[in-house]
């Protein structure tokens, strides 16, 4: 596949894989390793004091993979500036997934408090990369502001509900130049692929890996689909049409022209 | 003394540098940051600071998240 670039940096995958919800270490490297991921999402959380060794990410490799902590459970700006500052400190480079849900139901991005933790973060140095709902107006703004990606989502997060927000994605990858990466709710192949070939430059996922009853399987799956889906938008998708466009000439059909051959008497 | 630590009130050793605390809860250094009183701390800095009584300390590592 031809390489993404985010913020200068030379990505080779398309695909990137959130590490949540996996049964297993052991399940999630083979994801990883089955998806060809380079940037891979995490989250931070406190440390569980009665049971302070959690192996879940000793199995990731930092060398290998881009890690890219998030913000979630951040309800506010303040919340998420402080939640990526400690996050730094720990992954030592400075990406973030910048995501503020305020509301647990459907966990849906506030805009307003993530356009103001933006616009901190990208003033403090930080490659940000919004979760955002699927709004052209707001991906501007972001984009104005100086984030790296914007992070338009198909559906909500772990809803495997797809590409629910298509015609606004759209939209934003027409209006956006910096990559658009469709994150949350694609829950099969064939909703990545379809965001690819509409022309987004990366889908992030991982519900949809983490419950398949073979994850493995389906991070192989999801890799075809990102590729298929980019290759068909590199190569041009035919327009619509209403009617019928044959496939087959239009000429030379047995039945055409002359006269039919005479009827064959009965024995 | 007492601190606070993800929360909780917690009794643990006088004037703890930062390693001798999570030593002290048998947390690997490497995998944490810390921020005592909203202030951070990653690894370098865990020999260098030293905690005091009623600090409000956060430890905190990554996990599976998407």
């Given at each position: 596949?031809?390489?993404?670039?985010v913020?200068g940096?030379?990505?080779?995958?398309?695909?990137?894989?959130?590490?949540?919800?996996?049964?297993?270490?052991?399940?999630?490297?083979q994801?990883?390793?089955?998806?060809?991921?380079e940037?891979v999402?995490?989250?931070?959380?406190?440390v569980d004091?009665?049971?302070?060794?959690?192996?879940?990410?000793q199995?990731?490799?930092?060398g290998?993979?881009l890690i890219?902590p998030n913000?979630?459970?951040?309800?506010?700006a303040?919340e998420?500036?402080?939640?990526?500052k400690?996050?730094?400190?720990?992954s030592?480079?400075?990406w973030?997934?910048?995501?503020?849900?305020?509301?647990?139901r459907?966990l849906?991005?506030?805009?307003?408090e993530?356009?103001?933790?933006?616009q901190?973060?990208?003033?403090?140095?930080f490659?940000?990369?919004?979760?955002i709902h699927?709004?052209?107006?707001?991906?501007?703004r972001?984009?104005?502001?100086g984030t790296a990606?914007?992070?338009?989502?198909?559906a909500?997060?772990?809803?495997?509900?797809?590409?629910?927000?298509?015609?606004?994605?759209?939209i934003i990858?027409?209006?956006?130049?910096v990559?658009?990466?469709?994150?949350?709710?694609?829950?099969?192949?064939?909703?990545?692929?379809?965001?690819?070939?509409?022309?987004?430059?990366?889908v992030?996922?991982?519900?949809?890996?983490?419950?398949?009853?073979d994850?493995?399987?389906m991070?192989?799956?999801?890799?075809c689909?990102?590729?298929a889906?980019?290759?068909a938008?590199?190569?041009?998708?035919?327009a619509?049409?209403?009617?019928?466009s044959a496939s087959?000439?239009?000429?030379?059909?047995?039945s055409?022209?002359?006269?039919?051959p005479p009827?064959?008497?009965?024995? | 003394?007492?601190?606070?630590?993800?929360?909780?009130?917690?009794?643990?050793?006088?004037r703890?540098?930062?390693?001798?605390?999570?030593?002290?809860?048998?947390?690997?250094?490497?995998?944490v940051?810390?921020?005592?009183?909203r202030e951070?701390f990653?690894?370098a800095?865990?020999?260098?600071?030293?905690?005091?009584a009623?600090?409000?300390i956060e430890?905190?590592?990554?996990?599976?998240?998407?």
């Amino acid at each position: 596949m031809d390489a993404l670039s985010v913020a200068g940096r030379t990505l080779r995958s398309r695909l990137f894989v959130g590490t949540g919800k996996f049964s297993s270490p052991a399940v999630m490297r083979q994801v990883l390793e089955a998806s060809q991921a380079e940037v891979v999402t995490v989250a931070l959380r406190r440390v569980d004091l009665a049971n302070p060794v959690d192996p879940t990410l000793q199995a990731l490799d930092a060398g290998r993979y881009l890690i890219l902590p998030n913000t979630s459970g951040a309800r506010d700006a303040e919340e998420a500036v402080r939640m990526a500052k400690l996050a730094r400190a720990l992954s030592r480079n400075n990406w973030i997934k910048l995501e503020i849900t305020p509301d647990p139901r459907y966990l849906l991005p506030d805009p307003i408090e993530t356009l103001k933790a933006a616009q901190i973060l990208v003033r403090e140095g930080f490659v940000v990369l919004p979760y955002i709902h699927a709004d052209p107006v707001l991906a501007k703004r972001l984009e104005e502001c100086g984030t790296a990606t914007v992070m338009p989502l198909g559906a909500p997060i772990g809803s495997n509900q797809g590409l629910r927000t298509r015609d606004s994605i759209g939209i934003i990858i027409e209006q956006v130049r910096v990559p658009v990466v469709v994150d949350a709710g694609l829950g099969a192949p064939s909703h990545a692929a379809e965001a690819m070939q509409m022309g987004a430059d990366a889908v992030l996922v991982n519900t949809a890996l983490a419950v398949a009853l073979d994850p493995e399987r389906m991070a192989r799956a999801f890799r075809c689909g990102v590729e298929a889906g980019r290759l068909a938008y590199l190569a041009g998708l035919g327009a619509p049409r209403a009617t019928a466009s044959a496939s087959s000439p239009l000429t030379g059909f047995l039945s055409s022209g002359g006269e039919d051959p005479p009827a064959k008497s009965p024995n | 003394m007492q601190v606070t630590i993800n929360g909780e009130k917690k009794e643990i050793p006088d004037r703890p540098t930062v390693r001798e605390l999570l030593a002290f809860l048998e947390i690997e250094p490497e995998t944490v940051v810390v921020e005592r009183n909203r202030e951070i701390f990653s690894t370098a800095d865990f020999e260098a600071v030293r905690l005091q009584a009623d600090d409000v300390i956060e430890i905190l590592k990554f996990m599976g998240g998407g």
